[in-house]
């Protein structure tokens, strides 16, 4: 086929598919999710076609010349085509299931496509204009599926929250392509991989301007606090946008203009990124909410990501992007599978408290192994996939950052490291081993569903294997030190957790001290000044800016008598003077008209003289 | 002799559409003649269908003139049939057809001689569209006017019949005039042919006191009939006087075939000419626009207009260029669709029947009772102002660019004022064009009056002449092309 049509069916199949369903309302229920996966898969074959080819580009002229819409499919897009499209399709599959009673299925599948749609776009933009365009669509579509079940007040708060959060990174973004056009008079990104840019202020504050997207889209501090919320999503789609695809495009973003970035910027990127991390790794310690801890995990495994980049080894940010997306997709179906079967169990409590839970492998025993495959993953544990990109980002860290005060990083990173292994432990033993701490329901009557929802399942656990990604379960060039290092951190962690909760068996036992969180500090710092500053605006406008008005309006008044008068007895005079000259001049034209015909001929007679007298002259 | 003879036959062979009405005349009133009336009011629907299958046959003769025909003259320079003429005998024939079809859909009735006159009168105007020779224009003139003078006065009543005497004496005078003009002409010249080369280079050699009001008085005939000042006075009575559609008939045909007799004669005039006409224009255009403010009738109101219109069309001919020329084509073409359909329908929507006078008052709130119409006519007089989305805005626009033209190559300060007076007239004119759609729209309806009841044809009609005014607005060069193209 021809490749440029390859790119554009692949690009615009997901977008057909959410106006086809979206125009088909209700009626399309019943096979909206079929649809979508059908749409999906068609885009995956596709997109394995294009691995076929060499770099692909399709160049149309939109905006100016220098501005075109180009799209550009590489290696590094083509690997993402397919690793959102499978996701997605594994989503989709899972969704059909988990979503079989929602009355809207038809909305929540087309929100699907059209969040798949603007991925793609971003993935396959070959300039940061259009980059930026499906940058945002992606942004409303998370937006409308956080929001997807709005009669929840908290999924419509979180939907807003994150809305706005993301307003201000995009700012940030907008600017920063705003200052490459300016210098370069282009935003291809081919342009952008010349040298030239090397310590120079103006890239280092472009480069953190547009890191400012990445900031929001990819939660990093001190932009992250919108990504917990937006667990009020259905977890499918927490799984697809929150944890797998979305939410990585930042990092995305940054491999792509990573070659702008100066050594100032990325020293900046790598600071922010150890903070996320670590901060994300230590609230995950004290969630007790299933879906809440896997969303700081994210946070972390991103900010891990973003230190990657910042410590120069865009590549290794990439694979762990890929490990990650699939683990981490497959730790959140796998909390949705065991949030829908105690869902179905019975209703009055929280599903998704891990303290109501315990002792959950024997009835859920795919989840369980599943769950278990994918957390060691994240864990780190060598035989996962995990193990491979986490090992390559210390590697590629420690050697960058020897011998300097930014060794720090690393170190930190080992730390989060541990620390990850903890929580995932904790939360591993407490779903799925010790007693069942529920008292609503009886334990008896939980069990698994449906293979449509298991199958996906086992796809992510099984590609959380190292062999997707290296022949050699431990990787292609192992440093042996490194390994050792980060697998004796990684099992100390989960030695730790498991004696921590071994005796665990009681409910109480189990309140953790809430840390204090960003959000408390942004209601003091940002939020109740700007509430003061507008009551203060209310009062300007109230009595100085109203004063103004209602006194301009009163002079107004007084003004609009005076011209009346004006307009009255000397505008008005003008035409109705203009008006009585015309009438009159009609009388007089008319007045020839007596009616007696001897007049008529009379009048003709002298008109006639008048105009040879006139031309004779 | 016999050379003679050949060539009166070779003429008649370009002669059919004359000889078909003569056939016609002939044979409609001896079929008058020959059936008694059934009617007391006269002959109906029958006669009206027969009229209109004559001028439906003149139009295909006519067209196969138009397709076959090379420029020619005819018996001796005495007619000449070239794309003018026939462009003018298809607007005369088209003028005809809506006049009848016009008087058949508001069901009038009339004695039988009416339609054979009728037949007479555009067997009159083919005539004259064709005439080069002065003394056929003065005939065919006297043809048209004979036959004017009996459809005005047609219905006997007392207010006809005063309006036809009105233009019976006034005609006569000006014919008197036109008369006493050529013979100084022929005296001059020695010639009647005016396209004669000889005719225009004798008339540039003598004095310009001599031949210019020889000129003027030769044209006064030709004035009259485009009802231009100031020979303009007769124009409102006989438009009240007479029936609508004989008054729609007349706002057209005889004025489009004395327009082009006035061009064939200024195509030979000395340019010095050109002020006379300019002020004639200027002139005409004032009178019947500020006259037009004071009316309450609505046919007198349309008699003034056609009057100003008048103006308009000779403001093409001041810039005695084939530019000017062709817009004034254009503009009486153009008229055409406008002013016939304001008449059919303020003939069907006005409550006062068939009475002479129409009293704008009369149109008050008809407009919610008949919207189409009312919205139809609306345009049809928004044509007439020349504005915009109407072709008459096109035609107004042709004529002045044409003037501006001739101001530029002349730099005549009268052009000038023309221009300006032109323009600012078209601006009064729009107070008095708007006063009945005024009236169907935002007056309140009479309290006496009656619902007024559409005939569907004369919708029919109105709507067909309606839509060239928008369609010739948006393809202007169709027609355009087409005149370029005589």
């Known amino acids: 086929m021809n490749p440029e049509l390859l790119l554009w069916i692949i690009l615009l199949l997901p977008f057909a598919g959410f106006l086809l369903l979206i125009l088909s309302g209700r009626s399309a229920n019943t096979w909206s999710g079929w649809l979508g996966l059908g749409f999906s898969l068609v885009g995956l074959g596709f997109s394995f076609q294009t691995t076929q080819i060499t770099t692909i580009e399709v160049t149309h002229t939109w905006i100016s010349e220098a501005l075109p819409f180009a799209l550009r499919a590489d290696d590094l897009t083509r690997k993402m085509l397919l690793l959102v499209l499978f996701i997605a399709s594994l989503v989709q599959l899972f969704s059909l299931e988990y979503m079989r009673e929602d009355k809207n299925r038809f909305r929540y599948f087309a929100f699907l496509q059209l969040f798949v749609g603007s991925m793609l776009g971003i993935l396959l933009a070959n300039n940061l204009l259009i980059l930026y365009v499906f940058w945002e669509l992606v942004g409303l579509s998370s937006y409308l599926l956080i929001s997807f079940w709005y009669t929840k007040p908290e999924a419509v708060l979180a939907a807003r929250k994150a809305f706005l959060v993301n307003r201000i990174g995009d700012v940030g973004l907008a600017l920063g392509i705003f200052g490459v056009y300016n210098r370069l008079g282009t935003l291809d990104f081919s342009v952008l991989t010349s040298p030239e840019f090397i310590s120079n202020p103006y890239w280092t504050v472009i480069g953190l301007l547009l890191f400012c997207g990445t900031l929001a889209k990819s939660a990093q501090f001190p932009l992250h606090v919108w990504l917990p919320d937006a667990m009020e999503g259905p977890t499918p789609v927490s799984a697809l946008i929150h944890a797998a695809t979305m939410v990585a495009a930042g990092v995305y973003l940054l491999a792509r203009i990573f070659p702008i970035l100066t050594p100032d910027a990325l020293v900046v990127i790598a600071l922010i990124g150890t903070i996320t991390m670590v901060m994300g790794a230590l609230y995950a310690l004290t969630q007790t909410d299933i879906k809440k801890t896997m969303a700081y995990s994210t946070v972390s495994q991103l900010g891990l990501m973003v230190l990657a980049v910042g410590v120069g080894a865009p590549h290794a940010a990439m694979f762990h992007l890929f490990t990650h997306a699939f683990f981490k997709a497959g730790l959140f179906l796998s909390s949705g599978s065991v949030i829908h079967s105690l869902h179905h169990a019975g209703h009055g409590f929280d599903a998704q408290d891990v303290r109501l839970m315990g002792g959950l492998r024997k009835k859920l025993p795919v989840t369980f192994l599943a769950y278990t495959v994918c957390a060691a993953a994240l864990s780190g544990l060598p035989l996962t996939s995990g193990f491979l990109s986490k090992d390559e980002i210390l590697h590629e860290a420690f050697q960058a950052t020897a011998h300097s005060w930014k060794l720090i990083f690393p170190i930190a990173a080992t730390i989060s490291a541990g620390l990850t292994a903890f929580y995932m432990a904790k939360q591993w033993r407490l779903v799925f081993f010790g007693n069942w701490r529920n008292e609503h329901i009886e334990l008896e009557s939980v069990h698994e569903s449906s293979w449509l929802q298991k199958l996906p399942l086992v796809v992510l656990a099984v590609l959380s294997l190292p062999f997707l990604f290296s022949l050699n379960p431990l990787g292609e060039h192992v440093d042996l030190g490194v390994a050792l290092g980060s697998t004796a951190v990684a099992l100390t962690g989960i030695v730790l957790a498991i004696i921590r909760y071994k005796s665990v068996e009681r409910l109480d036992q189990l309140t953790d001290v809430p840390l204090l969180t960003l959000d408390q500090l942004y209601q003091t710092v940002i939020v109740n000044p700007f509430l003061k500053f507008a009551d203060f605006c209310t009062w300007i406008d109230r009595v100085i800016v109203d004063g103004i008005v209602n006194g301009s309006a009163k002079s107004q008044v007084i003004l609009a008598h005076m011209l009346g008068w004006l307009d009255r007895y000397v505008v008005d005079g003008i035409p109705t003077g203009t008006a009585y000259v015309v009438g009159t001049i009609g009388k007089m034209t008319r007045r020839f008209q007596g009616g007696q015909v001897q007049s008529y001929i009379v009048v003709t007679m002298l008109g006639l003289a008048a105009l040879l007298i006139w031309w004779t002259w | ?486």
């Open chain 2, 1 to 486: 002799m016999l050379e003679q003879l050949d060539h009166i036959m070779a003429s008649l062979a370009s002669f059919t559409p004359e000889v078909w009405l003569i056939v016609a005349f002939v044979a409609l009133i001896s079929w008058d003649l020959i059936t008694p009336e059934v009617q007391e009011e006269g002959r109906g629907g029958f006669f009206h269908f027969l009229t209109f299958l004559v001028f439906a046959v003149l139009g295909l003769f006519v067209y196969h003139q138009w397709q076959t025909q090379s420029p020619g003259a005819l018996f001796h320079q005495m007619l000449m049939l070239d794309g003018k003429a026939l462009f003018f005998k298809a607007l005369i024939t088209l003028s005809a057809l809506i006049a009848i079809l016009h008087s058949w859909v508001m069901k009038r009735r009339w004695s039988g001689e009416f339609f054979s006159i009728l037949i007479g009168m555009v067997f009159g105007l083919f005539l004259l569209s064709m005439a080069t020779n002065l003394l056929m224009v003065y005939l065919s003139l006297e043809v048209v006017s004979i036959s004017s003078y009996i459809l005005t006065a047609f219905r006997g009543d007392r207010k006809s019949s005063e309006g036809g005497m009105k233009y019976v004496l006034f005609g006569s005078v000006s014919s008197g005039l036109m008369l006493y003009g050529m013979s100084l002409l022929y005296g001059l010249t020695t010639t009647l042919d005016f396209t004669n080369p000889a005719f225009g280079r004798i008339l540039l050699s003598v004095d310009p006191l001599v031949s210019a009001s020889a000129l003027i008085l030769a044209m006064s005939g030709l004035l009259f009939k485009i009802s231009a000042v100031p020979f303009q006075i007769w124009n409102p009575d006989v438009y009240e006087a007479a029936d609508t559609p004989v008054v729609s008939f007349f706002s057209v045909a005889p004025k489009a075939a004395a327009f082009l007799v006035l061009m064939r004669l200024f195509s030979v005039l000395p340019l010095n000419f050109q002020p006379v006409l300019a002020v004639i224009s200027l002139v005409t255009i004032t009178i019947g626009n500020f006259s037009a403010l004071w009316q309450t009738d609505a046919k007198r109101l349309m008699a003034y207009s056609s009057i100003a219109q008048s103006g308009f069309v000779m403001v093409g001919l001041v810039a005695f260029s084939s530019l000017g020329n062709q817009t004034a084509l254009f503009y009486l073409a153009t008229y055409l669709f406008g002013t016939m359909a304001s008449f059919v329908l303020i003939d069907a929507l006005s409550s006062s029947g068939r009475k002479n006078s129409v009293p704008i008052s009369s149109f008050n709130g008809i407009g919610k009772q008949q919207p189409l119409a009312a919205v139809l006519l609306t345009i049809a007089f928004l044509s007439l102002v020349g504005l915009p989305l109407t072709v008459g805005f096109s035609a107004k626009l042709l004529v002045f660019s044409s003037l501006w033209e001739a101001y530029q190559q002349t730099s005549l300060n009268l052009f000038l004022i023309l221009f300006a007076f032109g323009l600012l007239n078209t601006a009064v004119s729009l107070a008095f064009y708007l006063k009945i759609p005024f009236a169907l729209f935002f007056r309140k309806a009479n309290d006496e009056a009656l619902p007024v009841s559409l005939p569907r044809g004369a919708l029919f009609l109105s709507l067909l002449l309606v839509l060239p005014i928008i369609l010739l607005f948006i393809k202007t060069d169709w027609l355009i092309n087409w005149i370029s193209g005589i």
